[in-house]
């Protein structure tokens, strides 16, 4: 049970020690600050970024889940739309791409944090 807490917070992106304390500051949706991040998690006071640079690895898995994306918008576009011309996969694809960076990038972080963060939760920092 405590893997698919996790798996909800993680989804939700909230504290990887607290389940509870918001890891960005701002929405998605701001797209001048949908990157910031507070340094501490105001619930718990867990630092966010680990050590210097630790971040950079979230690249490759903003790598990973661009290319995932690009794997089923062209599953769906070859099934849904019959094959479609080249210039329909490239425009198709590269739009979503362009439309979900913020929300690759937020998540990518979150993975980067979860998986070699080299924390886990802990129920004493849970507020009720």
């Not at 798996?7 to 990157?35: E, I, T, V, W, Y």
């Not at 903003?62 to 070859?78: A, E, P, R, W």
Request: aromatic fraction near 18%; charged fraction near 15%; hydrophobic fraction near 45%.
């Amino acid at each position: 049970m405590e893997a698919w807490e996790h798996l909800k917070a993680g989804l939700k992106l909230k504290c990887p020690r607290c389940h509870q304390g918001p890891m960005f500051s701002h929405s998605a949706l701001n797209l001048r600050k949908f990157d910031q991040m507070p340094e501490n998690c105001p619930v718990c006071g867990f630092r966010y970024e680990i050590e210097l640079g630790f971040y950079w690895g979230a690249m490759y898995m903003s790598y990973g889940l661009s290319v995932f994306i690009v794997f089923l918008v062209g599953i769906s576009l070859y099934f849904l739309a019959n094959d479609p011309p080249t210039w329909v996969y490239l425009t198709t694809v590269a739009t979503i791409v362009v439309l979900f960076t913020p929300v690759l990038f937020r998540y990518a972080r979150v993975m980067m944090l979860y998986f070699f963060g080299s924390v886990s939760f802990d129920p004493k920092y849970k507020r009720s």
